[in-house]
């Protein structure tokens, strides 16, 4: 199994989860940030940062782009925006706003996310999430 097939599996482990805002807990609860963090916790190893607090609204209240900033700290940017089985997806809701939703891609056209009133669920990635990609990286080792 390679290292980005560990990504997916325990990414799929998460599939079903409930949505709870700043949870990060396998089958109890989580968020699109505590599913990355989950999924890092179990192919990466301890989380390298606690994130702050955050409300549901913070990157657009703040004009923050501190999901980005984050994700060039800990992981690879794909400068070329294509994401494989594996990548951590990072998105902006709209044009102009601060990028605060995160999957994690299961193939060039799936991801797994979480989103407020669902659980856990892998997706295809069409036309209307690609638009919204704000950058692609990759997990330490892949």
């Given at each position: 199994m390679?290292?980005?097939?560990e990504i997916v599996a325990a990414a799929r482990l998460?599939?079903?989860?409930?949505?709870?805002?700043?949870?990060?807990?396998i089958g109890v609860g989580c968020d699109c940030l505590g599913l990355v963090r989950g999924v890092w916790r179990m192919t990466v190893g301890e989380e390298p940062e606690a994130p702050p607090p955050?409300?549901?609204?913070?990157?657009?209240?703040?004009?923050?782009?501190?999901?980005?900033?984050?994700?060039?700290?800990?992981?690879?940017p794909l400068p070329d925006g294509?994401?494989?089985?594996?990548?951590?997806?990072?998105?902006?809701?709209?044009?102009?706003?601060?990028?605060?939703h995160l999957g994690i891609a299961t193939s060039a056209t799936?991801?797994?996310?979480?989103h407020d009133g669902a659980s856990v669920c892998e997706v295809h990635?069409?036309?209307?999430?690609?638009?919204?990609i704000a950058?692609?990286?990759?997990?330490?080792?892949?």
């Open positions: 390679t290292r980005r097939d998460w599939i079903g989860t409930p949505y709870r805002h700043q949870a990060s807990l955050y409300t549901a609204d913070w990157a657009e209240a703040k004009l923050d782009e501190a999901l980005l900033r984050a994700a060039l700290r800990w992981f690879v294509e994401m494989a089985a594996g990548d951590l997806i990072v998105f902006r809701w709209r044009d102009g706003s601060p990028a605060k799936r991801m797994i996310h979480a990635v069409g036309a209307g999430w690609r638009r919204r950058g692609v990286f990759a997990f330490p080792g892949t």
